[in-house]
């Protein structure tokens, strides 16, 4: 891995599902950067995908370096951009932007929209209901300036009918604060936060694309679920010292099977990243050496249970697949070596075999455990631990 090197063409690279992300995304930047000196590190940037992913980078470079003292490198969050941050607003980037509308008013803000709109339903909502169906428009607001759905219109005749008078009073509703909120924020002055955060990337993506930076710069854990995201990543890829670290890209997935992966599928984000930026699977290369054996065979047979309904047929093909792979061993025993199942009667039962797993591993020095939960296996505020 050497994504400061010369290369061919943009610099993806990916970092297995079972591997800790942020302690090898930290060891391969210091392993890297070591022969350009120790001012290299500090000079460098790498961007996370949230403030608590850039905790974590920050606290497992200290782990990989034997706990010696070390500059870090500029470690900023894409998913919270705070004004006057760089590299997000470097001077003039934000100058043409509006201020963000802070959550609190933009709440009391669209209560009272609301209230006001409260002859287009069914009843009136009181000073509570208003609250609530306030949060619910922040985030149904939210989800679509982060994905850049323009909204106005987008309603008008998705659902007609007798059957459909509830959604018809719903949309009705919908699209006057749809209307009336873009208003009432430039009456404001202000801008909602997703909108601004959308714009900042695309402005950043803009700039990095027109004079890509000469140093070091690294987007780590980000799928770019967005667009504006995506786009800053590809612009990142294409930098002279630019490189994407994706989380755990299924590259052992076979090509059929990789074609019929669609939105829902965990990998699902990651091609529409892939197609968006026109990079195949086979262009992204690994950022460490993988030399974890049971790990690689174990991550495979959980993809090839994750494999897309329709390309499930050719089991048998796979597993022979996987074999000739790995003459020496057997890659279904490596995978499910350590692998247990329990087999519990009720979600009582069940919650009891969790409790006292977690409990041998507190108990045990060096153990560590995760209970990973569809819903909530016992009441809240009752867990048995």
């Given amino acids: 891995m050497s994504p400061m090197g ?31 000196g120790p001012e290299a590190l500090p000079q460098a940037t790498v961007l996370t995908p949230t403030r608590r992913g850039a905790r974590a980078l920050a606290d497992a470079f200290l782990a990989v370096s034997g706990g010696r003292a070390l500059l870090l ?3 900023r969050p894409l998913g919270d951009l705070d004004a006057g941050e760089p ?28 209230v006001e709109h409260a002859p287009l339903l069914d009843f009136s909502p009181g ?8 949060r619910a428009l922040a985030d149904f607001l939210d989800s679509c300036q982060i994905e850049e759905v323009e909204t106005a219109g987008r309603l008008d005749g998705l659902a007609e009918g007798d059957l459909a008078r509830h959604w018809q009073v719903s949309a009705r509703f919908l699209n006057a604060i ?27 993506a803009e700039q990095w694309t ?27 890829a294409k930098a002279p010292q630019g490189a994407v670290v994706l989380p ?34 086979a262009e992204v290369r690994p950022w460490l050496p993988e030399a974890d054996s049971q790990g690689r065979w174990r991550r495979r ?15 048998l093909a796979q597993i022979a697949r996987l074999r000739a792979e790995a003459p020496a061993l057997d890659p279904i025993v490596e995978g499910l070596k350590g692998l247990s199942l329990v087999t519990a009667r009720g979600e009582d039962e069940a919650a009891s075999a969790c409790a006292l797993l977690l409990r041998e591993a507190l108990e045990t020095p060096g153990l560590t455990a995760a209970l990973v939960t569809l819903t909530r296996p016992w009441p809240a505020g009752s867990a048995p631990i």
């Avoid at 297995?16 to 930290?26: G, M, Y």
């Avoid at 607003?89 to 009272?112: H, I, N, W, Y």
């Avoid at 749809?178 to 950043?204: F, M, N, Q, Y």
């Avoid at 047979?301 to 089991?315: G, V």
């Fill in 210 to 236: 027109l004079s890509p930076p000469t140093g070091v710069l690294v987007a780590a854990g980000s799928t770019g679920t967005a667009p504006a995201t995506a786009d800053l990543l590809i612009a990142i």
């Fill in 87 to 114: 590299p997000f607003e470097p001077g003039d980037l934000a100058l043409s932007l509006e201020p963000a509308v802070s959550s609190r008013r933009r709440r009391f803000e669209l209560a009272r929209l609301v």
């Fill in 73 to 75: 490198p500029q470690i």
């Fill in 6 to 36: 010369a290369a061919d063409g943009p610099r993806w690279f990916s970092i297995p599902a079972h591997r800790p992300f942020v302690e090898d995304l930290a060891r391969g930047l210091l392993t890297a950067l070591a022969p350009l």
């Fill in 301 to 315: 047979l959980i993809n090839e249970a994750l494999r897309p309904a329709e390309s499930t047929a050719d089991w």
């Fill in 178 to 204: 749809l209307t009336a909120w873009p208003a009432r924020l430039t009456e404001l002055g202000l801008i909602d936060v997703s909108a601004r955060r959308v714009k900042l990337l695309r402005a950043l």
């Fill in 127 to 134: 000073a509570g209901q208003a609250l609530e169906m306030a």
């Fill in 248 to 281: 755990g890209l299924d590259d052992g997935l076979a090509d059929d099977a990789w074609a019929q992966v669609g939105e829902q599928h965990p990998q699902g984000a990651m091609r529409r990243l892939l197609d968006r930026a026109g990079i195949s699977r």
